[in-house]
């Protein structure tokens, strides 16, 4: 989502499960088919396209003695679709001209990254060369960007375009009522299939009172975060008071301890390798209805995280002035700040690390509070938080830590949280250190008096709006890779 929302309003997206009654679900998987063959067959004419020009040049040819190359713009791929969409895809009245549209748009952007990441143009891993989608590999999935696309008052159907008026799973009231009150505009809604069902997703400009008064305890306007292996989230504020330790949710442990026991019973059953043999077979109906239970699980691990994650993160946002965080070293997700986590927590810590600081991030643009990032060779958890001292070596093992030259013993998780907690305090009086707001265009304001009154210096709050982020699309991502190990 790249779309720049004027001032004062953001981009947000809204996403809801869907209930398609079963000629709807097949009109959806048609219209993600449809965009699917647009994409593959403009990859295919490009591909064709830079061949035949190859070959020219081997011949000796040049210039404009080429077959002139194919506009790779969404509407150059689009009008080359119109051509040839009668011999290629003869059904496509059946579908919105949107589908099209879409595979269009999408195979130009790929093909866009592509040719900036050969040029050295774009940031990040390095783009390949657009391959076709397969429908057993790819996510099936379809953007409408214009036609009926709109939520109904009865806040339990939203309009898409050719498909009709789809049943929610669950109720539209959160954009429903921006709709009303004509603090929301739709502009884009697009549909995918993923773990098993539908789901529509709005990205909407939105109307947010930018730093709204946050509830700001007198005692703790400045707080630090960090991620705990057993506990998820431990924040402490800067003289150690632990405010909130937030752990794993119960119904998450046991769905956890459930995977483990599937795995477990999948290994027992007839699987599609034979060990024996050392061959491939086909596995019994036990093993597959067993994988779909594993499947189901993890589902429900993902969205269980998402919403604890959601929930702690709104209220730590909406309760203290800043906060302080680590950092995730990009493209290090496996090791943080020297710190190892083993076995199913590893996976879990590093993905919840990354989406508690995204939420963060965008909470406190809404809500008013500052953000403090630290620098990820910011020794957190090895430095003493009375006397400063800095340990060498802090084994993950040991839950807690003991100074060497203070004999401070102290939880280690909240240890690294009033560590964090001094470090964004000084950040934010000291105006150095790498500082992270909520508002991702740097919008700045000063917020006018009447703040509750605290130990904080700091009392200029930094808010701003974030552009381009989706909270509802947000981290229900979180793969446990390591629940087999
Ligand atoms: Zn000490």
Redesign the pocket.
Known sequence: MTATATAGWTVQAYRFALDPAPAQARALASHAGAARRAFNVMLAAVKANLDQRAAERSYGLDGDALTPSLNWSAYGLRREWNIRKHTVAPWWRENSKEAYAAGCANLGAALGNWSASKKGSRKGPRAGFPRFKAKHRDTPSVTFTTGAIRVEPDRRHVRLPVIGTVKTHESTRKLARRMEAGTARITTATIRFERGRWFVSFVAHVQRAAGRPAHVPAEAPVIGVDLGVRDLIVAATLDGAEIARRPAPPQLRRAQRRVRALQRKAARQHGPYDPAAKSWREPSHGWVKTQQLIRREHTRIANLRTDHLHKTTTRLAQRHQVIGVETLAPGNMARRGGRRKRGLNRALANASLGTLTRLLGYKAGWYGCRLVAADRFFPSSKT?S????VKTKLPLSERTFA??????VLDRDRNAAINLARHALAATTGGSGPLVTGGADGKTRHRPGGQPPGPDPARGVETGTRAGDAPCAAGGTATPKGAAA
């Open positions: 003493c009375r006397c400063g001292a100074c060497g030259q203070c004999g401070l």
